[in-house]
Nanobody
Framework: QVQLVESGGGLVQPGGSLRLSCAAS????????MGWFRQVPGKQRELVAM???????NYAESVKGRFTISGDAAKNTVYLQMNSLAPIDTADYYC?????????WGQGTQVTVSS
């Protein structure tokens, strides 16, 4: 089992920034990806950004140039720095961990972009 603890999120004005963190614990494999998905009511959960344990990132087109994902492999933690936030970024954000055995999700953290 892999457990995920998320932090960050909240209410921010358009153009503002937030930082999400996600720490994994438990049976961490040496090859994995971690990252963030988001979901709004009535829509499918969608990829925001992922990063491999070797530090290779992958971004959704809608967040390229605004969001940056980074990882601390020693702490099994990933960070999502979100800049230039817009109302369209409002969603519940979920941390995800995947390896050859496990596909684990965090409990979700709400991000609201509103003036």
């Amino acid at each position: 089992q892999v457990q995920l603890v998320e932090s960050g999120g909240g209410l921010v004005q358009p153009g503002g920034s937030l930082r999400l963190s996600c720490a994994a614990s438990g049976s961490i494999f040496n090859i994995y990806t971690m990252g963030w998905f988001r979901q709004v009511p009535g829509k499918q959960r969608e990829l925001v950004a992922m990063i491999t344990n070797e530090g290779r990132p992958n971004y959704a087109e809608s967040v390229k140039g605004r969001f940056t994902i980074s990882g601390d492999a020693a702490k099994n933690t990933v960070y999502l720095q979100m800049n230039s936030l817009a109302p369209i970024d409002t969603a519940d954000y979920y941390c995800n961990y995947r390896d050859l055995i496990y596909d684990s999700w965090g409990q979700g953290t709400q991000v609201t972009v509103s003036s």
